[in-house]
């Protein structure tokens, strides 16, 4: 056995675990959920709630399992009767004042009181000859909503601004049964971060008024994905109700973003909940463009791209998945290329202070770094110089519709592949409806160079297809080769032909992501 | 508020301790001096000397009760009515307190505004019950027969 | 019984010597009674020869949890690499206790010489002493005295001609009896909420800061200074019970007894004695009924325990209470223990910090159903509800601000059963209970 490791048993399960970790964390290696509301991962350890009072074989009565280092040869018992015995009591305790109001609430389904109470709470209160107290709706701020009544006092918001937001805005104000969450009047909870106390909140008591009476917790699907507000890559969970985005939250990445997300974040689903898509493949015809299916419109395509050759201009968008990236170099390869990726830069960072490496970034877009690297430039306005005297225009995407209305006005052979039609795009050839990154599975590069999966969490309308299936179809019509099924499929070729890539494979990128080969980035563009 | 004479308090208070946070006690402690209670504004003056937010200095007033979170009468009147000044009569001290003082209710200031009287849990002089505190004046003894020649003093000023 | 007065015969007074005498309040004063001679001495000792000192006196804290003093100076690391601090509570507020006020009243530098001496034992620069808010006067009295001890050179950058250096400062606590918990009074150190911290970390690693730290009580500081002049020998055979429980001791006597006030005696004095002789016994025509004999966080004492108990450590643990911090509350047979429990119980629900949550919430369901039981609306199964919440409440939080709370209940119930059950089955008239 190695010396910085420990063996414990805890609930007759043996697990092995570094020197220094707790009880609690090693419970849940060895497959055990200590039940508590105050200790969380990200926070410090205020040892408040009591909830996750165990058996610790030798010690004088129970310990709390969040701050009880494990030890050689230690022996826990969380279910035995003195344990259960005290978790209920402390259910009954918290549940005193608590309103009861699940049916309204819009933690009910993932509340941990409810899920702790339900599992070893009792049956009836016994606190039944008094009213209970009751303290109106606070709105604190930002995005969150204070029910004092479902307050159970585990202090982790406070800790959360305290030691992560490190702007103390929270505060527990009082003492004894009187004692509740304050603000000062002077303050507002609007840190850039500050919504991340709605998920630590165990119960309903910080809540969202985004998120305000959406969906139940059990309506909702959930997907992982990468956020698209910034460069960071922060790993979030998109869940859907009716196909439809109703909010997005942190998932945990302990490398790039821990358990938090900033606001910018989470608010940045509202545009692939858009209504204005386009749904069919359009071809240019007599009278502009008219709907068709898609395999007129790829051999469509197909003879204009065949049919010319020198200078081309790729339009792409920093949202898109590396996989259509790719694509669209190998789909242009013949052609004296330009290729540029917008980036909208916003001054000023938004770090979340207590995590590394942790900011809302001034490059607003998942996927500028997988564009740099694979041979997408940033001189964008030169490219969009470039589209009067080119002989081919590709767009993958209107990223920030920014075009102005006449930007794509001189090119002759006009490509676009997008959610929505901008006016500058009416002129196109042919036009492609692709899917958003909601609504198909890719990948992206952070900005350190991280590659990470998202999953597709809501299907795309009409006949919209994923870019890199469009590009994908486009290519194996004018060479050939197999189109490709998957986004793994395309990852996977990539991953053989572009040494930045080199190494990786979409089965092991997994949820948590991998780096990317740094030394690369000469290749780019090249399938040599 | 922390200007001249108080912020020259303040900075001798500070060499007291090695963060500056240690200084709020102290530093609320100069505000109800000064303002009779301590008002929200306060507070945010308070953190900003000290380098703490407002909201934690609030968390911190409201955690000690001697702190006065709102105006109270010209005298405020502690008495204790813990166990054993129970035993000793305080219950009989407290209504000698609201006649005398003429405050309709525990917590109210009376309608003069000279006294505001508040029970409070052990003074930590339960061998000389009942003990009061008038203001900074620690009484002991207190009986309701010598209630009314106390505030007589305090009401007239000459305590 | 205030001072001045006479010292009852079975009195043995070492640190109530000077009680009511105002001249001994002054450095000179003190001076001229042998004071600072101890710390003039302790000085020109090896910090580890005064520690060791102080453990072979048997002297044991003397604020509630009895722990022995030398070994907790020992815990203090012996290399010195960052700023060692002593925190001097004086924060007594428990109630039943009042024994360090008149310390700090009457003899302020018995108190600052003893600060002084743990200060070198444990390689302190600074001591903290924390007074309670509500002690005005010897908020006073404390604070003259240490302007006297930096003037006389006692205190400072050189005390004593020793070469080394001493500060002390006051600092004045704003309401909050939790303060007293040496985690919480140092959080209240720092400027915080005094919220006790879970522990380990222990002090003497992190305390006040995040530095090594020591909290002793006013009068095991008071007594140090004796230890060091009279030596350890003449401390540790001070005991009239069990040579564990040695030295001194100074009771408050309050409640339902004659003469109400502080009696100093020695380890192992009769409980009995201290109420029938000392503090004069019952009010004419009354008998006793119970007993707290360490302040009201203990469990309570009928009439028999209290006739039997002896006052130290273990001999309180031999009637099923604890010495605790001396304060004794004595009850005769016209207390209403369902209405003095209530009491106690709402002081404990007053104070909790509000962290844990059976203590934050316990301590105010137990409260509401005394009020309850008390305005006749009790229930049969309330007295096995009280005893579980209590159970509940036990063992199992940060602080023992909730067992505290727990301890009069249970022995309450267990002792004076018939009491509840009269409120319950309304043989007894209720109660008027204001909140």
């Known amino acids: 056995m190695a010396e910085d490791q420990v063996t414990l048993k805890i609930e007759g399960v043996d697990v092995t675990v570094p020197r220094g970790t707790t009880v609690l964390e090693a419970a849940k290696r060895a497959g055990i959920l200590i039940p508590h509301y105050c200790y969380h991962p990200g926070l410090p350890v205020s040892g408040v709630c009591r909830m996750c009072l165990v058996t610790v074989e030798g010690a004088p009565g129970l310990q709390i399992a969040c701050a009880t280092d494990a030890t050689d040869g230690q022996v826990v018992s969380v279910f035995d009767s003195a344990a259960s015995d005290a978790r209920q009591a402390v259910l009954e305790f918290l549940l005193i004042n608590h309103p009861l109001d699940c049916p309204i609430c819009d933690q009910a389904g993932e509340c941990e009181l409810q899920d702790y109470v339900f599992q070893e709470g009792r049956a009836r209160t016994r606190y039944s000859d008094y009213p209970k107290r009751f303290s109106p709706v606070e709105d604190f701020g930002g995005d969150v909503l204070y029910v004092p009544n479902r307050c159970i006092l585990c202090t982790r918001c406070i800790r959360f601004m305290d030691h992560v937001a490190e702007e103390s805005v929270l505060n527990v104000s009082e003492r004894g049964d009187r004692a509740f969450i304050g603000i000062h009047p002077d303050a507002v909870l609007d840190h850039p971060w500050a919504g991340n106390v709605i998920d630590l909140c165990p119960v309903g008591s910080l809540i969202s008024k985004d998120f305000l009476h959406k969906a139940y917790a059990w309506q909702l699907d959930r997907t992982p994905g990468i956020c698209t507000g910034c460069s960071q890559g922060c790993n979030i969970t998109i869940e859907t109700r009716d196909n439809s985005i109703a909010r997005l939250r942190p998932r945990t990445n302990e490398d790039v973003n821990r358990y938090f997300m900033c606001d910018h974040g989470r608010f940045e689903y509202r545009w692939m909940n858009s209504g204005d898509r386009i749904e069919a493949p359009l071809v240019a015809g007599a009278n502009g463009l008219v709907a068709t299916d898609w395999s007129q419109a790829i051999a469509r395509c197909a003879e204009i791209v065949k049919g010319v050759s020198g200078k081309a201009v790729a339009l792409v968008s920093p949202r898109a998945s590396c996989e259509s990236l790719y694509l669209v170099h190998q789909l242009l390869k013949d052609f004296e290329l330009l290729s540029a990726c917008p980036v909208e830069v916003v001054e000023g960072e938004q770090p979340l202070p207590g995590v590394p490496n942790l900011a809302l970034r001034s490059e607003r877009a998942p996927n500028v770094e997988g564009a740099a690297r694979l041979g997408h430039g940033a001189e964008y306005d030169k490219a969009l110089e470039a589209v009067k005297d080119a002989a081919l225009v590709f767009v993958l995407d209107d990223g920030y519709s920014q075009f102005g209305d006449d930007a794509l006005s001189g090119s002759e052979n006009l490509i676009y592949l997008g959610t929505s039609l901008p006016d500058a795009a009416r002129n196109s050839s042919v036009v492609f409806p692709m899917s958003n990154a909601a609504e198909e599975d890719g990948t992206y590069v952070n900005r350190d160079g991280r590659v990470q999966r998202y999953m597709q969490a809501k299907t795309a309308p009409g006949m919209a297809r994923p870019a890199w299936w469009i590009t994908g179809a486009l290519l194996s019509e004018i060479r050939g080769t197999d189109a490709p099924a998957t986004a793994g499929e395309v990852f996977d070729r990539m991953a053989a032909s572009e040494s930045a890539f080199a190494g990786l494979s979409y089965e092991t990128l997994g949820t948590q992501g991998a780096f990317a080969n740094k030394a690369s980035g000469a290749g780019v563009g090249c399938d040599s | ?159 | 019984m205030g001072y001045p007065h006479e010292p009852h015969s079975k009195e043995t007074v070492v640190l109530s010597r000077y009680f009511g005498d105002k001249s001994a309040r002054s450095y000179d004063g003190w001076v001229e009674r042998g004071g600072y001679k101890a710390l003039k001495k302790t000085l020109d000792m090896d910090p580890a020869a005064v520690i060791d000192v102080v453990k072979e006196s048997g002297l044991r804290g003397r604020g509630g949890a009895g722990f022995p003093t030398g070994v907790k100076w020992s815990f203090m690391p012996k290399e010195k690499n960052k700023p060692h601090y002593l925190c001097c509570n004086a924060d007594e507020s428990e109630p039943g206790t009042f024994k360090d006020r008149e310390i700090m009243r009457w003899t302020p530098h018995a108190m600052i010489e003893g600060c002084a001496i743990a200060q070198h034992a444990i390689q302190a620069e600074v001591t903290y002493i924390y007074i309670r808010g509500e002690f005005t006067e010897e908020l006073a009295i404390v604070e003259q005295a240490l302007r006297e001890a930096y003037s006389d050179g006692v205190l400072g950058d050189d005390a004593m001609g020793s070469g080394k250096k001493l500060d002390m400062y006051i600092h004045r606590g704003a309401g909050a009896y939790i303060c007293g918990e040496e985690t919480a009074l140092m959080n209240s150190i720092e400027g915080k909420r005094g919220n006790p911290r879970i522990k380990p970390p222990f002090p003497a690693a992190f305390g006040v800061f995040g530095m090594p730290t020591t909290i002793n009580n006013v009068e095991t500081l008071a007594v140090v200074p004796h230890i060091i002049n009279e030596g350890a020998e003449w401390h540790n055979s001070m005991c009239l019970s069990n040579p564990k429980s040695v030295g001194t001791k100074l009771f408050s006597v309050c409640g339902h007894v004659v003469k109400p006030g502080n009696y100093e005696v020695t380890m192992g004095f009769s409980l009995g004695e201290l109420i029938n002789d000392l503090a004069g016994g019952m009010r004419e025509g009354r008998t006793l009924k119970a007993c707290i004999p360490g302040g009201s966080s203990v469990p309570i004492l009928n009439k028999e325990e209290t006739e039997n108990c002896i006052l130290d450590y273990e001999g309180c643990i031999e009637q099923g209470t604890m010495l605790g911090s001396g304060g004794v509350i004595v009850f005769d047979d016209s207390a209403d223990m369902v209405y003095q429990i209530m009491l106690l119980a709402r002081f404990y629900a007053h104070e909790s910090c509000a962290q844990c949550t059976q203590c934050r919430e316990g301590t105010a369901w137990t409260t509401r159903i005394l009020e309850r039981m008390l305005a006749g609306k009790g229930k049969t199964e309330d007295l096995d509800l009280l005893l579980d919440l209590a159970d509940q409440m036990t063992g199992k939080t940060i602080c023992v601000l909730s067992d505290s709370c727990a301890a009069p209940v249970v022995s309450g119930i267990k002792k004076f059963r018939d009491e509840f059950e009269a409120y319950i089955n309304g043989s007894r008239e209720p109660v008027l209970v204001h909140g």
């Open chain 2, 1 to 159: 508020m922390f200007e001249g004479a108080v912020r020259k308090q303040l900075d001798e208070v500070l060499k007291k301790y090695p963060t500056k946070q240690a200084a709020l006690l102290p530093a609320l402690w100069m505000v109800q001096q000064n303002k009779g209670w301590i008002p929200d504004e306060a507070m945010s003056e308070t953190a900003e000397v000290l380098d703490v937010t407002s909201a934690y200095v609030k968390g911190v007033v409201t955690f000690y009760t001697m702190y006065h979170q709102h105006p109270v009468g010209e005298n405020f009147v502690q008495v204790c009515t813990t166990s054993p000044c129970n035993l000793c009569g305080a219950e009989d001290v407290v209504s000698a307190l609201l006649e005398a003082t003429g405050c309709a209710a525990l917590g109210e200031t009376s309608p003069d505004g000279k006294f505001t009287v508040i029970e409070v849990e052990c003074l930590g002089a339960c061998g000389f019950a009942t003990p009061i505190l008038v203001n900074d004046d620690f009484i002991e003894d207190v009986t309701p027969k010598k209630v009314p020649e106390i505030v007589g003093k305090y009401r007239d000023g000459k305590a």
